[in-house]
């Protein structure tokens, strides 16, 4: 997957392309021609090191990411969770792109390792770029896109030097690739990131994303023997008008519960989830259908839709998502990349940029229209210090602050503690924990009858979003929480509902918005919002948020809607950062129930 290093719609990209551009045309350096998302960069540029030490201040703290710089497939192996990402070991933008590896006992506590693959051969030589990990006969394999030496992109294969090794340090590929290449006729540079491999009817199979036209194509490809590779007549499936397709995956879910499935698994209670990465929107989408394993052809089900007009994993910063089923606990995760909404000489002055969304538990809604999606049990292991809130009235225009816990509190002095975990591996903590909280409530609205009229022409959730805001008053909402908020309020991230009435039903409005999250007028600061398909004959909506220093991670709902927000506040930060649950609607909304607790820092594993 080629990562483009911002949201298209950052206002501060076409400056920065300018600077870009100039500075290519003054050292007259040549950058070849590739058909892909992100922006290529002088090497000067790619290779700028920040200043030590890494700027903390916006820095994650429980979500994953590496020591500094720009990073971007997952898999269990022998009692370890294995995440593989691109990451750029020279610099905070994209180049010299390799795969960055570390490795964990639980999914929140990890120890980085080594980068696992570079660019070394004559089928990788200009680059190292997605794929996916796939266990074969007990036996791992990383498939991944090289760009050759004619900047064609090319899919390649690696295996473990040591497969006695559980940390899997050292990988080794094979002469033999690249064991696909672009056939005739199809665009060798809008081919990539393939996908994890299943067995189908004596037939390993694959899908590479892939664009004819305006055409997105998930071109299937099977194997015997995982070496020798076949196009298939036709894709698995594809849709006009959708553009590139990047770094696809297809999986199965049960009909009923919440388990699990391998990549394999087929039968009367099976759907199965293909999605992809939209290249011309940054933003990715899936559908929800049938797989009919003798045609190797998926069908979308009636009424699940391909492109921008589909559902969406997450409706705000995430991208180039990744999924893999979990042995452990027999359950399916996903895992996301959350850009940055900082500008490219922001993210080299810092010394790092992207991070990893909080892994989440998915599976098929009760009514077989939509993911449920949630963060992994393992994350309210790093729950602390709690506050509770319970049956508090937020009649108009009511704002609470949530007093004793904030995503600014300080847990005290620095303490470094080491101790072993489950796999013998030396575990080293820092308790000194600013700006980290997660937030879980349950809102009651005791009368529907003040909702505003739902408007049809209101067909995007975004701009009503921008529209209406935290602060313009309406019958039911806004309500919610006001996240990263200064003394004062010159800046705050609200994360809120509004409830309309449309002629046959409620329509639920969920908003994530940073237009006041930061006084730096360099930010990209959104509104992110989506419809809520939420039910609500009692009166109830959830909300819960994680916050950890400059991701904002909603989840309303249960997990039917979730929202990921990137935000740089300059004056609420550290022990200047507030929480509040606040009513601008007219109707008075209760809070049922508030749950908040500080989170710990992961622990850092060490040899």
């Known amino acids: 997957m080629i990562k483009s290093h911002h949201n298209h719609h950052h206002p501060k990209i076409k400056f920065i392309i300018k600077i870009v551009?100039?500075?290519?045309?003054?050292?007259?350096?040549?950058?070849?021609?590739?058909?892909?998302?992100?922006?290529?960069?002088?090497?000067?540029?790619?290779?700028?090191?920040?200043?030590?030490?890494?700027?903390?201040?916006?820095?994650?703290?429980?979500?994953?990411?590496?020591?500094?710089?720009?990073?971007?497939?997952?898999?269990?192996?022998?009692?370890?969770?294995?995440?593989?990402?691109?990451?750029?070991?020279?610099?905070?933008?994209?180049?010299?792109?390799?795969?960055?590896?570390s490795v964990s006992t639980d999914l929140i506590n990890w120890k980085v390792l080594k980068p696992a693959i570079h660019k070394s051969k004559p089928f990788d030589k200009n680059g190292a770029w997605s794929g996916s990990a796939t266990i074969l006969h007990n036996r791992p394999v990383i498939l991944y896109t090289g760009l050759d030496a004619q900047n064609k992109q090319v899919q390649n294969i690696a295996f473990p030097a040591n497969e006695s090794d559980p940390l899997l340090q050292d990988w080794v590929k094979p002469d033999y690739n690249p064991i696909i290449t672009a056939s005739s006729g199809m665009n060798a540079t809008a081919f990539r990131d393939p996908t994890t491999a299943w067995w189908s009817n004596g037939h390993w199979k694959i899908v590479v994303g892939g664009r004819k036209r305006a055409r997105g194509i998930g071109y299937l490809y099977r194997s015997r023997d995982f070496k020798k590779w076949y196009r298939a007549k036709h894709p698995l499936h594809s849709a006009p008008k959708t553009g590139m397709w990047e770094c696809p995956d297809f999986f199965p879910v049960l009909v009923r519960g919440q388990n699990g499935l391998d990549t394999y698994m087929t039968g009367e209670n099976v759907k199965y989830v293909f999605k992809v990465s939209l290249d011309v929107t940054r933003f990715e989408y899936y559908t929800i259908g049938t797989y009919d394993p003798h045609k190797d052809r998926y069908y979308p089900d009636k009424g699940s839709f391909d492109g921008w007009?589909?559902?969406?994993?997450?409706?705000?910063?995430?991208?180039?998502?990744?999924?893999?089923?979990?042995?452990?606990?027999?359950?399916?995760?996903?895992?996301?990349?959350?850009?940055?909404?900082?500008?490219?000489?922001?993210?080299?002055?810092?010394?790092?940029?992207?991070?990893?969304?909080?892994?989440?538990?998915?599976?098929?809604?009760?009514?077989?229209?939509?993911?449920?999606?949630?963060?992994?049990?393992?994350?309210?292991?790093?729950?602390?210090?709690?506050?509770?809130?319970?049956?508090?009235?937020?009649?108009?225009?009511?704002?609470?602050?949530?007093?004793?816990?904030?995503?600014?509190?300080?847990?005290?002095?620095?303490?470094?503690?080491?101790?072993?975990?489950?796999?013998?591996?030396?575990?080293?903590?820092?308790?000194?924990?600013?700006?980290?909280?997660d937030v879980v409530v349950t809102f009651t609205i005791p009368s529907l009858e003040q909702a505003e009229a739902f408007d049809s022409n209101w067909t995007n959730p975004q701009q009503l979003c921008a529209e209406k805001g935290s602060t313009v008053a309406g019958g039911v909402g806004p309500f919610g929480l006001l996240t990263l908020a200064s003394a004062n309020m010159e800046e705050y991230t609200p994360v809120f509902y509004r409830v309309f009435k449309a002629p046959d039903k409620y329509v639920v409005l969920m908003c994530s918005d940073a237009k006041s999250s930061s006084l730096d007028p360099q930010t990209y600061k959104p509104s992110f919002a989506s419809f809520v398909?939420?039910?609500?004959?009692?009166?109830?909506?959830?909300?819960?948020?994680?916050?950890?220093?400059?991701?904002?991670?909603?989840?309303?709902?249960?997990?039917?809607?979730?929202?990921?927000?990137?935000?740089?506040?300059?004056?609420?930060?550290?022990?200047?950062?507030?929480?509040?649950?606040?009513n601008v609607g007219t109707q008075t909304v209760i809070v049922d129930d508030l749950n908040a607790y500080s989170m710990k820092k992961p622990l850092k594993m060490n040899n």
Not at 373 to 386: G, I, S
């Open 21 to 101: 551009f100039g500075f290519l045309i003054c050292l007259n350096n040549k950058v070849e021609n590739v058909e892909a998302s992100h922006k290529v960069y002088p090497r000067e540029l790619q290779s700028v090191e920040a200043s030590r030490p890494v700027n903390p201040r916006h820095r994650t703290a429980f979500h994953f990411q590496p020591p500094s710089h720009w990073i971007n497939g997952p898999m269990y192996y022998k009692g370890l969770y294995h995440l593989f990402y691109q990451y750029n070991p020279k610099g905070s933008i994209w180049g010299n792109i390799v795969w960055g590896h």
């Open 309 to 437: 007009d589909g559902l969406r994993y997450d409706y705000g910063n995430f991208y180039a998502s990744k999924s893999f089923f979990d042995p452990k606990k027999g359950r399916r995760i996903l895992w996301g990349w959350v850009n940055e909404s900082s500008t490219i000489l922001e993210d080299i002055l810092k010394g790092w940029s992207g991070i990893q969304g909080l892994p989440r538990a998915v599976w098929l809604d009760r009514n077989g229209k939509q993911l449920i999606q949630w963060p992994v049990e393992e994350v309210e292991t790093l729950r602390d210090h709690k506050v509770q809130l319970s049956s508090l009235n937020l009649s108009t225009g009511t704002l609470v602050e949530v007093k004793g816990i904030t995503p600014a509190q300080l847990q005290g002095p620095k303490i470094r503690e080491k101790k072993r975990d489950e796999g013998g591996l030396i575990l080293q903590v820092s308790l000194d924990v600013k700006m980290q909280a």
């Open 533 to 582: 398909d939420a039910d609500l004959s009692d009166k109830k909506l959830s909300l819960r948020t994680l916050i950890d220093h400059s991701v904002v991670e909603s989840f309303g709902e249960g997990g039917k809607t979730c929202i990921t927000s990137r935000v740089y506040p300059t004056l609420a930060v550290m022990e200047n950062a507030h929480l509040h649950v606040f």
